[in-house]
């Protein structure tokens, strides 16, 4: 992704300009207490050409960034989201700090606070699948009413659930674990819970949206088949998808809006987004194979 079309007059941002229009898009009192977003490394008056964007903070990923020539990485998991005592480059988090600062890359998160946001990502994968009249799953007390975590929405009209999970594994990058899905596939849906990443304990909210459908990522056993017995008819059906993958499709559309706020700014930065896949897991062995 190159640097939007927006003249000849615009200049190289510092890395201070650009946390200001990161502010704007994804502001830091939308993040979770528990959540740990901002500038993780880097220097505020650095000038920042290029940006690369990606899901984990993977060495392979700093490696890509930095070969790519950025200046800054945004992730939207967090290196640090726990306390450390040392970085040192005995462990993976302390090479991975180290090869930032030895190359001159700073590192930023964009965690819950981009999953609130509106136009974050769960507002991307409801956009993804088709849902109108889309509103927040959880809403937050800090941000507006269109904003909090997970997204619900209905379809432009009835679908097989069978029909919605190809449509949705279709639009995913592709991963090892493909897509699950628990539910008649038959079954009628038209109202659509999801949240990008984990959403087990967002169940309360999904029922008391009545959908008829949940995607999401990460489910367990235990709260998966808790949650359908509740209702007795097996709803909400669930469709469940890579975490990695349910948060990729965020990062073209928040590439996009970042450009476009420096723009408006008065800056110009190259963009892209990392083609790494950093689903862990290689591959998996079903009946047949």
Same mark, same amino acid.
């Given at each position: 992704?190159?640097?939007?079309?927006?003249?000849?007059?615009?200049?190289?941002?510092?890395?201070?300009?650009?946390?200001?229009?990161?502010?704007?898009?994804? %502001? /830091?009192? =939308?993040?979770?207490?528990?959540? #740990? +977003?901002? $500038?993780?490394?880097?220097?505020?008056?650095?000038? &920042?050409?290029?940006?690369?964007?990606?899901?984990?903070?993977?060495?392979?990923?700093?490696?890509?960034?930095?070969?790519?020539?950025?200046?800054?990485?945004?992730?939207?998991?967090?290196?640090?989201?726990?306390?450390?005592?040392?970085?040192?480059?005995?462990?993976?988090?302390?090479?991975?700090?180290?090869?930032?600062?030895?190359?001159?890359?700073?590192?930023?998160?964009?965690?819950?606070?981009?999953?609130?946001?509106?136009?974050?990502?769960?507002?991307?994968?409801?956009?993804?699948?088709?849902?109108?009249?889309?509103?927040?799953?959880?809403?937050?007390?800090?941000?507006?009413?269109?904003?909090?975590?997970?997204?619900?929405?209905?379809?432009?009209? %009835? /679908?097989? =659930?069978?029909?919605?999970?190809? #449509? +949705?594994? $279709?639009?995913?990058?592709?991963?090892?674990?493909? &897509?699950?899905?628990?539910?008649?596939?038959?079954?009628?849906?038209?109202?659509?819970?999801?949240?990008?990443?984990?959403?087990?304990?967002?169940?309360?909210?999904?029922?008391?949206?009545?959908?008829?459908?949940?995607?999401?990522?990460?489910?367990?056993?235990?709260?998966?088949?808790?949650?359908?017995?509740?209702?007795?008819?097996?709803?909400?059906?669930?469709?469940?998808?890579?975490?990695?993958?349910?948060?990729?499709?965020?990062?073209?559309?928040?590439?996009?809006?970042?450009?476009?706020?420096?723009?408006?700014?008065?800056?110009?930065?190259?963009?892209?987004?990392?083609?790494?896949?950093?689903?862990?897991?290689?591959?998996?062995?079903?009946?047949?194979?």
């Amino acid at each position: 992704m190159g640097t939007p079309e927006t003249g000849d007059n615009l200049e190289s941002p510092v890395l201070a300009d650009v946390l200001v229009a990161i502010e704007e898009l994804w %502001p /830091e009192s =939308l993040a979770e207490a528990w959540d #740990r +977003v901002g $500038l993780v490394v880097g220097r505020t008056e650095a000038v &920042v050409d290029r940006i690369m964007f990606a899901v984990d903070p993977t060495l392979e990923v700093i490696d890509e960034a930095i070969e790519w020539g950025a200046q800054l990485l945004i992730t939207h998991h967090p290196l640090l989201l726990k306390g450390v005592n040392s970085v040192a480059a005995t462990t993976g988090k302390g090479r991975a700090v180290h090869r930032l600062i030895e190359a001159g890359c700073a590192l930023l998160t964009v965690h819950t606070n981009g999953d609130s946001a509106v136009g974050g990502v769960s507002d991307v994968l409801a956009d993804v699948i088709g849902l109108g009249d889309v509103e927040p799953l959880v809403r937050t007390p800090h941000g507006l009413v269109e904003e909090g975590i997970g997204r619900v929405g209905v379809l432009a009209g %009835p /679908e097989k =659930l069978g029909d919605l999970a190809a #449509r +949705v594994f $279709l639009s995913l990058p592709a991963v090892a674990g493909g &897509v699950r899905v628990a539910g008649d596939k038959d079954a009628l849906v038209r109202k659509v819970a999801v949240c990008g990443g984990a959403g087990d304990s967002l169940f309360d909210a999904v029922r008391a949206s009545d959908a008829d459908v949940f995607v999401t990522a990460d489910l367990r056993h235990h709260p998966a088949s808790e949650a359908r017995d509740v209702r007795g008819d097996g709803r909400p059906y669930l469709i469940d998808l890579s975490h990695f993958a349910s948060e990729w499709l965020w990062l073209p559309a928040a590439a996009e809006a970042l450009g476009n706020v420096l723009a408006d700014q008065g800056f110009a930065a190259e963009l892209a987004v990392s083609q790494i896949n950093t689903d862990p897991w290689d591959f998996i062995l079903t009946p047949g194979t």
